[in-house]
């Protein structure tokens, strides 16, 4: 009788422990994936950021240009004394909309396809900007066509 007492207090004492484990196990998986989702947010505002950054710096690039020309057409207004327009400010070819486009859709796509977000938002990025850039490409040869017969 006691060795059969014995035996059920173990068998009762391992399930709960097996069950306990089970918990903890689930427990630090969740906390796993939450910091996973977290680092996939994390990498995809730092490209948002990076974007954001080159836009930025070319902005300033294209303004510091307009303020160089206008300072040479003043300059040659002023010896010649004529007026001249400021040049109007450059627009975005399509290759460039493209590749930002499919850059940011290809992250995207990538991260949410992929298991490792980061790794799926690099790679869809590159995939994107780059299928972006011959789309764009095929679009700027049209519109040249269209001009040239026109």
Do not use: Y
Not at 109 to 118: F, L, Q, S, V, Y
Request: glycine residues 8%; charged residues 25%.
């Amino acid at each position: 009788m006691k060795s059969l007492f014995s035996v059920g207090v173990a068998a009762i004492l391992l399930t709960s422990c097996n069950s306990e484990s089970k918990k903890q196990e689930a427990a630090l998986k969740a906390k796993q994936t939450t910091i996973d989702s977290m680092q996939a947010v994390i990498a995809k505002q730092a490209i948002i950021d990076s974007m954001n950054n080159v836009m930025a710096q070319k902005e300033q690039e294209l303004e510091k240009q307009n303020e160089e020309n206008s300072k040479q057409v003043v300059a040659n207004n002023n010896s010649r004394q004529a007026q001249a327009a400021a040049p109007a400010k450059k627009k975005w070819n399509h290759k460039a909309k493209g590749a930002v486009v499919g850059a940011g859709t290809g992250a995207v796509t990538g991260a949410i396809i992929n298991k490792n977000r980061a790794e799926g938002a690099l790679i869809g990025s590159v995939i994107g900007a780059g299928v972006g850039v011959g789309t764009g490409a095929i679009v700027d040869a049209q519109k040249k066509k269209k001009e040239k017969n026109n």
